[in-house]
Each structure stands twice: as C-alpha cells, then as structure tokens.
C-alpha cells in the first residue's frame, strides 16, 4: 500500500493473501507524481500480484483532508483476505482515497466481484486533517490466520472504529512515528511485528 507525494501522494493497491513489508513498496513524498508501482520482489514464497497492485498520486494541496479508504472483502471459498486503499486496478475493488476540503464519513469500496466479496465491518474511511502536523504516519498492521488447512493473511491501514481488535494508529501530527500502533486481533487472526510497520511522510 503506498502513499506518494508532496503535493502529491500516492497508495498501493494490495493484495490480501501476500505479506507485506511496508517499507519495501517505496511509499514516499514528493514533488512528482509516480506513474508506475515500485514494490520489494518478495521473499521466494510470496511475489507482487501484478493484478491486484498499483499506485495513485494524490495531490496534497487540494484540500484539508486526506480521505483514507480501506476496503476489505474476503472469498469463503479461497479463505483470502484482500484490503484495497487506493482507486487503481479493478473498478469492483477500488477504495476511493482522495484528498478534499470534506470530510468522508462512509467508506466508498467497490462492490467485489466474484468470489470476493466486501466486509463492511472491516471497511472505513479515515479522515486525516492535513493542517494538524508535519507528518502523515501511515501504518500498518498484518494479521495471520494459520489453522490447517487454512492459510490467510490479513492486513488493515486505516484506524477503523467499527473493529477496534484490528486498528491501527495512522494520524496526522508533528511527531514521526516510529513503531505502529496495531490492535491484538481477534483472536483467530494474530498479529504479525515482522509485517507491521510504520512510514512517517513529512509534509514539508
């Protein structure tokens, strides 16, 4: 997942079943718009999903709030997990991140196709007061379910209210975080250190 660029940012689109190192996908500031993902090559085990990642540029002068979407849906028949933040890719599991001067209150996801279908519980929209710091810590937290003959990860990056077991600490503040701030899970998905971790984006 990624967000790019003073004044543009930009967020990857990502894969549920693949474990992410969130530092590895390049998430950075700028003053350039990114055209084209940039992503770690994995770890021989898992590799970046072509299908499912992407990057938007978000344009951080064009409002006060940076409108986080995360959108999760899920396949009962692969027993796979897909979070989405950005609007690249399929339009059916597209999260409609964007920066305005109005806040968001309701997640805007795409409906899922297929197998796959949206999870509103673990689906919110996080509005990030661009004026309230320095830094955009953006988080996030990895969560792993491995019972036989189930292999499932999970991630989420928004600090959704509607299930506390898997928030995370993304904000806006004059501080750049250095360690996530994760929920502990719901107790069939535990969470991952090795996956999790934080970006402090400076803003100036």
């Given at each position: 997942?990624?967000?790019?660029g ?13 474990p ?9 500031a ?8 940039s ?22 002068s ?14 009962d ?9 950005a ?8 999260a ?32 990030l ?22 292999n ?53």
């Open positions: 997942m990624r967000i790019h003073f004044p543009s940012r930009r967020l990857l689109h990502h894969r549920g079943t693949e992410r190192w969130p530092l590895h996908d390049r998430t950075n700028s003053n350039t718009a990114e055209t084209s993902r992503c770690g090559a994995g770890d021989g085990n898992f590799k970046p999903s072509s299908t499912w990642a992407g990057v938007q540029s978000l344009d951080l064009a409002g006060r709030y940076l409108n986080l979407h995360q959108c999760v849906y899920y396949s028949a692969q027993h796979d997990h897909i979070t989405t933040v609007n690249v890719g399929a339009p059916e599991f597209a409609h991140s964007n920066v305005s001067n109005t806040p968001d209150t309701t997640p805007n996801c795409g409906p899922g196709q297929g197998q796959y279908h949206l999870i509103p519980l673990l689906s919110d929209v996080k509005a007061d661009l004026s309230a710091g320095r830094y955009v810590n953006l988080q996030q937290c990895v969560y792993y379910y491995g019972q036989s003959p189930f499932d990860h999970f991630t989420t990056v928004v600090p959704t209210t509607r299930d506390g077991r898997s928030a995370t600490g993304t904000k806006v503040s004059n501080t750049a975080d250095t360690t996530p701030t994760c929920g502990t899970g719901d107790g069939n998905f535990t969470l991952i250190p090795l996956l999790s971790g934080t970006k402090a984006l400076s803003r100036t």
